[in-house]
């Protein structure tokens, strides 16, 4: 067992790609041996499971940084435990934090809420009618007050329960029912590996001043490579600045641009109109394509 102070509450600590669980850090020696113990609060009540410690390629050892899991996120898990299996509820969406200078833009009065990045396909969230864009503002009747908070609700939330969700999108409320469905977490991770689009060479047909990327129109041999549908209308990302507002908002050659706020892309010369419309230090929401799958993404100009 460990006795030690606690520094952090509610500590990210990065589980699989794409989601993280809130633990408690701790100075308490975590090493091999005690791993899987008790941390003790001073009146000897367990108050959390060590898990891992903070380490530099240096040393292996304890530097005094330890992470444990919050004994309620046990105590929550204990019913199913017993039965055992545990099974975690899921939304099918990629989330992320709001920008504090893209408020105006999402229509927001605070960055309470969370970013929808990306709707998995024919996911709950898909099938709901959630977009790219969305912010989530509220879940199952509660107040989401970040990306980490809104993570806690969903994954508590029994698979195949029917919740009201409000989102804000366009400057607008509207309210949903999503169907949370079961975590898996196997599939989650191989459906974001296979999502990553590879890189595009074709050569640069036009700038975008101020976020630090150029465009091209989609020819049949983009198409080709990138694996398009037919349909696919937009802009083709074939270069992005290192250092650039493109590069900071995570943009990649290859993604292709499909609509820039609320105006749809066609080509190069549209992408750039609705661009060039952006002030220097204002934002816009981007909806891009890659690896098949839609993506939102906040970009502030240079």
Same mark, same amino acid.
């Given at each position: 067992?460990?006795?030690? +102070? *606690?520094?952090?509450?509610?500590?990210?600590?990065?589980?699989?790609?794409?989601?993280?669980?809130?633990?408690?850090?701790?100075?308490?020696?975590?090493?091999?041996?005690?791993? !899987?113990?008790?941390?003790?609060?001073?009146?000897?009540?367990?108050?959390?499971?060590?898990?891992?410690?903070?380490?530099? #390629?240096?040393?292996?050892?304890?530097? !005094? *940084?330890?992470?444990?899991?919050?004994?309620?996120?046990?105590?929550?898990?204990?019913?199913?435990?017993?039965?055992?299996?545990?099974?975690?509820?899921?939304?099918? +969406?990629?989330?992320? &934090?709001?920008? /504090?200078?893209? %408020?105006?833009? %999402?229509? %927001?009065?605070?960055?309470?809420?969370?970013?929808?990045?990306? &709707?998995?396909?024919?996911?709950?969230?898909?099938?709901?009618?959630?977009?790219?864009?969305?912010?989530?503002?509220?879940?199952?009747?509660?107040?989401?007050?970040? =990306?980490?908070?809104?993570?806690?609700?969903?994954?508590?939330?029994?698979?195949?329960?029917?919740?009201?969700? =409000? $989102?804000?999108?366009?400057?607008?409320?509207?309210?949903?029912?999503? =169907? $949370?469905?079961?975590?898996?977490?196997?599939?989650?991770?191989?459906?974001?590996?296979?999502? @990553?689009?590879? =890189?595009?060479?074709?050569?640069?047909?036009?700038?975008?001043?101020?976020? !630090?990327?150029?465009?091209?129109?989609?020819?049949?041999?983009?198409?080709? @490579?990138? @694996?398009?549908?037919?349909?696919?209308?937009?802009?083709? &990302?074939?270069?992005?600045?290192?250092?650039?507002?493109? #590069?900071?908002?995570?943009?990649?050659?290859?993604?292709?641009?499909?609509? $820039?706020?609320?105006?749809?892309?066609?080509? &190069?010369?549209?992408?750039?109109?609705? %661009?060039?419309?952006?002030?220097?230090?204002?934002?816009? *929401?981007? @909806?891009?394509?890659?690896?098949? /799958?839609?993506?939102?993404?906040?970009?502030?100009?240079?």
């Amino acid at each position: 067992m460990s006795v030690g +102070v *606690i520094s952090a509450l509610e500590r990210p600590f990065p589980t699989t790609e794409g989601r993280s669980t809130q633990v408690l850090q701790t100075d308490a020696a975590i090493n091999p041996g005690n791993s !899987g113990g008790p941390l003790l609060n001073i009146r000897g009540e367990v108050i959390g499971i060590n898990s891992a410690i903070y380490t530099d #390629a240096r040393q292996a050892g304890n530097i !005094g *940084i330890g992470f444990a899991i919050p004994i309620n996120t046990v105590r929550e898990l204990l019913p199913q435990l017993r039965t055992g299996k545990i099974t975690r509820g899921m939304i099918g +969406v990629q989330i992320g &934090v709001i920008p /504090q200078n893209a %408020l105006d833009t %999402l229509g %927001l009065k605070n960055r309470q809420g969370a970013l929808v990045a990306s &709707v998995v396909p024919n996911g709950p969230s898909a099938k709901a009618g959630l977009e790219p864009g969305d912010v989530i503002v509220q879940f199952n009747g509660k107040p989401v007050k970040d =990306r980490d908070a809104l993570v806690s609700m969903v994954i508590a939330t029994p698979p195949n329960t029917t919740v009201p969700v =409000r $989102v804000i999108r366009d400057k607008e409320e509207k309210t949903l029912n999503v =169907r $949370v469905g079961e975590l898996d977490l196997d599939a989650e991770q191989q459906a974001l590996g296979n999502g @990553r689009g590879g =890189r595009d060479t074709t050569p640069q047909q036009e700038a975008s001043s101020g976020f !630090g990327m150029s465009l091209s129109n989609i020819t049949p041999d983009v198409a080709r @490579r990138l @694996r398009l549908d037919a349909d696919t209308r937009g802009a083709v &990302v074939v270069d992005v600045d290192q250092g650039s507002p493109a #590069a900071k908002a995570g943009i990649m050659e290859g993604d292709v641009i499909t609509r $820039v706020g609320r105006a749809n892309i066609g080509s &190069v010369a549209d992408a750039s109109r609705e %661009l060039a419309r952006v002030p220097s230090g204002g934002t816009i *929401i981007l @909806r891009i394509l890659r690896g098949g /799958q839609d993506t939102a993404v906040v970009v502030t100009k240079e």
